[in-house]
């Protein structure tokens, strides 16, 4: 359990956002949630309104994001933002947070397995010399909204960093996947493939409140693979 009681907000009424709720309880915190027909256009967001919480956490749409961002931002509240396909706008939010004076933490992906997995696949890189080709296959539930997953990018740009090599990344929809990432690299004499798959929700509720528990009191802006090793 938490030592420091939180009380935060979580925004969105999914699956994971039901998860993150569940979590936070089990942490001892307190925990509002509100769904997109309470929060349209981020008009819930209101200073008024936030001014209790320590930290938002979001996990809505790449639709939604942006403007739920901006608000509370503008209300100088602290984030935790585990929605994907918005990072298009990173550079203009990463400045938003630095005027602002909060903290703010994203991520392509809560997993702690997932943060370990980025590490695992950088090490991988140096096969890219010796000949060896590869590419990038994510599986997720036919409900997600952005493709290629946020993660599939991070790994993309994670090898293409490491090697100078950017892999091609195929997306498939199916069924309630939770998610799964394997990157495959091959030679004329062998193949390795790296698979991460995630069972449960879970694993990304608990990193996104343990980041939320972990930015409270914090000022900047935070990718989640910068935290995870402390959280």
Same mark, same amino acid.
């Given at each position: 359990?938490?030592?420091?009681?939180?009380?935060?907000?979580?925004?969105?009424?999914?699956?994971?956002?039901?998860?993150?709720?569940? @979590?936070?309880?089990?942490?001892?915190?307190?925990?509002?949630?509100?769904?997109?027909?309470?929060?349209?256009?981020?008009?819930?967001?209101?200073?008024?309104?936030?001014? %209790?919480?320590?930290? @938002?956490?979001?996990?809505?749409?790449?639709?939604?994001?942006?403007?739920?961002?901006?608000?509370?931002?503008?209300?100088?509240?602290?984030?935790?933002?585990?929605?994907?396909?918005?990072?298009?706008?990173?550079?203009?939010?990463?400045?938003?947070?630095?005027?602002?004076?909060?903290?703010?933490?994203?991520?392509?992906?809560? %997993?702690?397995g997932v943060n370990l997995?980025?590490?695992?696949?950088?090490?991988?890189?140096?096969?890219?010399?010796?000949?060896?080709?590869?590419?990038?296959?994510?599986?997720?539930?036919?409900?997600?909204?952005?493709?290629?997953?946020?993660?599939?990018?991070?790994?993309?740009?994670?090898?293409?960093?490491?090697?100078?090599?950017?892999?091609?990344?195929? %997306?498939?929809?199916?069924?309630?996947?939770?998610?799964?990432?394997?990157v495959e690299l091959t030679?004329?004499?062998?193949?390795?493939?790296?698979?991460?798959?995630?069972? %449960?929700?879970?694993?990304?509720?608990? &990193?996104?409140?343990?980041?939320?528990?972990?930015?409270? &009191?914090?000022?900047?802006?935070?990718?989640?693979?910068?935290?995870?090793?402390?959280?």
């Open positions: 359990m938490s030592t420091n009681r939180l009380k935060l907000l979580v925004l969105g009424r999914g699956k994971t956002g039901a998860m993150v709720a569940d @979590v936070a309880h089990e942490r001892g915190h307190q925990v509002r949630v509100i769904g997109a027909g309470e929060n349209p256009n981020a008009s819930w967001l209101i200073p008024d309104n936030l001014r %209790s919480f320590d930290t @938002v956490i979001d996990f809505t749409t790449p639709h939604a994001v942006v403007a739920n961002i901006e608000a509370c931002l503008h209300a100088h509240q602290n984030m935790v933002v585990g929605t994907t396909g918005w990072y298009g706008e990173i550079d203009r939010v990463r400045q938003a947070v630095e005027r602002a004076g909060t903290g703010f933490v994203f991520g392509t992906n809560f %997993s702690y997995f980025f590490q695992i696949v950088q090490a991988a890189a140096p096969a890219f010399l010796h000949g060896y080709r590869g590419d990038i296959t994510e599986r997720h539930h036919v409900h997600k909204k952005d493709a290629p997953s946020g993660t599939a990018l991070a790994i993309q740009r994670a090898l293409e960093q490491a090697a100078g090599t950017r892999l091609d990344i195929t %997306s498939e929809r199916e069924g309630d996947i939770t998610g799964t990432h394997t030679s004329a004499g062998d193949r390795i493939v790296l698979t991460h798959e995630a069972k %449960s929700r879970r694993t990304f509720a608990e &990193g996104a409140v343990l980041a939320a528990e972990w930015i409270a &009191g914090r000022q900047g802006f935070f990718d989640f693979k910068d935290v995870f090793g402390h959280v």
